[in-house]
T-cell receptor, first 116, second 109 residues
Framework: EAGVVQSPRYKIIEKKQPVAFWCNPISGHNTLYWYRQNLGQGPELLIRYENEEAVDDSQLPKDRFSAERLKGVDSTLKIQPAELGDSAVYLC??????????????FGPGTRLTVT | GDSVTQMEGPVTLSEEAFLTINCTYTATGYPSLFWYVQYPGEGLQLLLKATKADDKGSNKGFEATYRKETTSFHLEKGSVQVSDSAVYFCALSFNKLIFGAGTRLAVHP
């Protein structure tokens, strides 16, 4: 079974530029998550999708961040414009169902963003 | 709000030493508890989990017991190997994962 795929793995941009990250979850996983992991910290949830619907985006900075999950499969996370403080690793994860008591999430390798 | 506190690293051990990484949590209710591991250059992987009080999660020689009375989920391994060198994250979940800051483990031959 293929894991969660993310691209690109690394991205360096100048501040004020736009950037986008792509995620392909594990086949059959209805729930998709985007996390941000700052250096030396644990991941923090940005947004959670159930199929096409964003059900938890309370931590997403909506003035500059946007996300979409068309057709309930792949997802894209965008930042426009990027700021220096956005430098971090952006992780995508997927799971079969949030209703499961096991609630196991599978993580992709992440995209390391550096804003200069 | 809900939160997870882990012991600060780095933790440096010699091969075959005993490992303990402390984790305590604050939550309203009884969440599921997890340990994730992040090997160098790789994504987060689930190491073990426990879904109710007194459950013991185990995997690859690692163990952790869900202690409701002390709100803890300490990670232990009896004999670490160099290949265990990684960053370990404790996490809780009701309907979303909340992670601790991570503890870096370095095991030397």
């Amino acid at each position: 079974e293929a894991g969660v795929v993310q691209s690109p793995r690394y991205k360096i941009i100048e501040k004020k530029q736009p950037v986008a990250f792509w995620c392909n979850p594990i086949s059959g996983h209805n729930t998709l998550y985007w996390y941000r992991q700052n250096l030396g910290q644990g991941p923090e949830l940005l947004i959670r999708y159930e199929n096409e619907e964003a059900v938890d985006d309370s931590q997403l900075p909506k003035d500059r961040f946007s996300a979409e999950r068309l057709k309930g499969v792949d997802s894209t996370l965008k930042i426009q414009p990027a700021e220096l403080g956005d430098s971090a690793v952006y992780l995508c994860a997927s799971s079969r169902s949030p209703g499961s008591s096991l609630y196991e999430q599978y993580f992709g390798p992440g995209t390391r963003l550096t804003v200069t | 709000g809900d939160s997870v506190t882990q012991m600060e690293g780095p933790v440096t051990l010699s091969e075959e030493a005993f490992l303990t990484i402390n984790c305590t949590y604050t939550a309203t209710g009884y969440p599921s508890l997890f340990w994730y591991v992040q090997y160098p250059g790789e994504g987060l992987q689930l190491l073990l989990k426990a879904t109710k009080a007194d459950d013991k999660g185990s995997n690859k020689g690692f163990e952790a017991t869900y202690r409701k009375e002390t709100t803890s989920f300490h990670l232990e391994k009896g004999s670490v190997q160099v290949s265990d060198s990684a960053v370990y994250f404790c996490a809780l979940s009701f309907n979303k994962l909340i992670f601790g800051a991570g503890t870096r483990l370095a095991v030397h031959p």
